[in-house]
C-alpha cells in the first residue's frame, strides 16, 4: 500500500511538473478591475510612424484589436485607445546614425473620456513575434530580449552579422520604452500595422 501511494506521488509530480498552471491575469477590485503586470494585448497601430517624419514627443494612438474580458465581463472594449509617444526618431546616415525609434506606450483611453496613466512596451520576449507589418516578410524581423540597451543594439555585429542588417531589430530598455534599430533607410510602421504589447506594471480599469 505504501509503495503504491508513493507511486502516485511520483507520477502526480512529473504530472504537475511538466504543466503550466493557469495565471489570472486580472482580478476584481473595489469599483472595478486589475489587470496585472505581465498581461499582453494585441493593438492596431493607427497613426503611421517613421524614423524619417516622426519626431520626439509626437503622440500616436492603437486600438485594441479584440475586446478583453474578464469572466464574462468586457473590460476593455474592442477599439479601446491605447495612446503613446515617440521618444526618439533618428534619421538613417550612411556613415553615421542607424535608423532608430523608441515608443512608449503611456495611456489607455475609454470611450467616455476616461484616460488612465500605463506603463507598456513592445513584449518583446526573445523569439515572440512583436510585431506584423502588413506585406512585411516576417524573417525581416530580429525579436532581442527584455534588457537589450540602445548602445548593444547600435554596434555592426549586432546588425549586420546575426542577419538583421535588410530587417529590424526590436528591443527594450529605454525606460521601458520599445526600441526599433535598423540599418534600413528608413523604419516605417504603416497604419494598421499590429503590436503586441505587454503591462510594465498593473493597471486599474473602473467598472461601467
Known amino acids: 500500500m505504501k509503495n503504491a501511494i508513493q507511486a502516485l506521488f511520483v507520477i502526480a509530480t512529473i504530472t504537475f511538473a511538466g504543466c503550466e498552471l ?3 491575469t486580472t482580478q476584481e477590485t473595489p469599483g472595478g478591475y486589475q489587470i496585472k503586470k505581465g498581461t499582453t494585448f494585441t493593438v492596431i497601430l493607427k497613426t503611421p510612424l517613421s524614423s524619417n517624419s516622426s519626431q520626439r514627443g509626437d503622440p500616436f494612438i492603437t486600438v485594441m484589436k479584440s475586446p478583453y474580458e474578464y469572466k ?4 476593455l472594449a ?10 526618439r ?8 546614425d542607424k535608423a532608430s525609434l523608441i515608443l512608449l506606450f503611456d495611456q489607455i483611453a475609454l470611450d467616455d473620456g476616461t484616460k488612465i496613466p500605463v506603463v507598456a512596451g513592445l ?5 515572440l513575434e512583436a510585431i506584423k507589418i502588413p506585406g512585411a516578410p516576417m524573417n525581416a524581423l530580429k525579436i532581442v530580449a527584455i534588457g ?3 548602445g548593444a543594439l547600435a554596434g555592426e555585429g549586432t546588425l549586420g552579422k546575426e542577419g538583421a542588417q535588410d530587417g529590424l ?5 529605454a525606460g521601458m520604452g520599445a526600441v526599433l534599430y535598423s540599418n534600413m533607410k528608413e523604419i516605417r510602421l504603416p497604419e494598421g500595422t499590429e503590436l503586441k504589447i505587454r503591462m510594465e506594471e498593473p493597471v486599474i480599469i473602473p467598472a461601467r
Open 72 to 75: 464574462g465581463v468586457q473590460v
Open 123 to 127: 513584449n518583446t520576449g526573445k523569439g
Open 148 to 150: 537589450a540597451l540602445v
Open 169 to 173: 531589430i526590436v528591443g527594450a530598455g
Open 22 to 24: 493557469p495565471v489570472e
Open 78 to 87: 474592442q477599439e479601446t485607445e491605447i495612446r503613446g509617444l515617440i521618444k
Open 89 to 96: 526618431a533618428v534619421k538613417h546616415a550612411k556613415f553615421g
